[in-house]
């Protein structure tokens, strides 16, 4: 099923509960928190296949919350990643991205030299 008609669907099924009249985008954004703590338990878990459904549940949240705001995911996506697009930065010994903002000056440095 393409993304779109998925997207479409999502809306149908939360409108049919009440979810996108009903619920407020604070009460969505901590449903997304609850969600993002279940893909991270599965995670742990070694379920792999259950953190990719319980990532699909972030989609949906995510769906709910942009219909909420007006907008689309696609757009909110495209917003982020224009956001992020020229970003400097490194990956830390946990493996995250900090951006260079955040980076100790030293490690500013070395990436200036780049």
Known sequence: MEYKELETKVIAW????????????VAQAKKLVEEAEEVLEAILDGDLEHAKMELGDNGVVA???AEMLHTTTAACIELAY???KDRKGMMNKEGMYV???DLPDDLKALLDEV
């Open 63 to 65: 769906i709910n919350m």
């Open 99 to 101: 951006k260079y903002a």
């Open 82 to 84: 224009n956001k992020i």
């Open 14 to 25: 939360s409108v049919d509960r009440m979810i996108i009249q009903r619920s407020t985008l």
